[in-house]
């Protein structure tokens, strides 16, 4: 049942900060920035927000320190928006699972190897 509970409300995390994300957050480093997802700790007063940032590792770590220095003011947006006893407090991590995507796909163009119809286009 719990788990349920921290999917529901983790799921409504998301589209809430990501609709604050979008709107609310005026940090020049806060740039192109998705929220990918969340894990909530089981009493909902934890909440991982995974993130994908377009750009490169500098980008990264300056949207990071970005949505770090926002974080009390999009702890109280979503407090007010999910009507929740306790707002969770936000820690925010790159999504790991977009570059596993990128290195996979990286590996998969190096094994076929260069293809006959690439050579004069």
């Known amino acids: 049942m719990a ?4 999917d529901r409300v983790g799921a409504l995390l998301q589209a809430a900060l990501s609709d604050v994300l979008l709107r609310g ?3 020049p480093r ?3 920035v998705t929220v990918t997802g969340t894990r909530m700790s089981p009493d909902l007063k934890h909440a991982t927000v995974y993130v994908s940032v377009h750009g490169d590792a500098a980008a990264e770590r300056s949207t990071l320190a970005g949505l770090a220095s926002a974080r009390p003011y999009l702890q109280a947006q979503i407090g007010r928006r999910l009507g929740l006893r306790f707002t969770p407090e936000l820690r925010f991590e790159v999504d790991p699972a977009i570059g596993n995507a990128e290195r996979l796909e990286r ?3 190096e094994a ?3 293809r006959e119809d690439d050579g004069d286009a």
Request: net charge positive; aromatic share 0%; charged share 30%.
């Open 3 to 6: 788990g349920h509970r921290t």
């Open 25 to 27: 957050v005026k940090d």
């Open 30 to 32: 806060v740039g192109m």
């Open 107 to 109: 590996l998969l163009r």
């Open 112 to 114: 076929r190897g260069p």
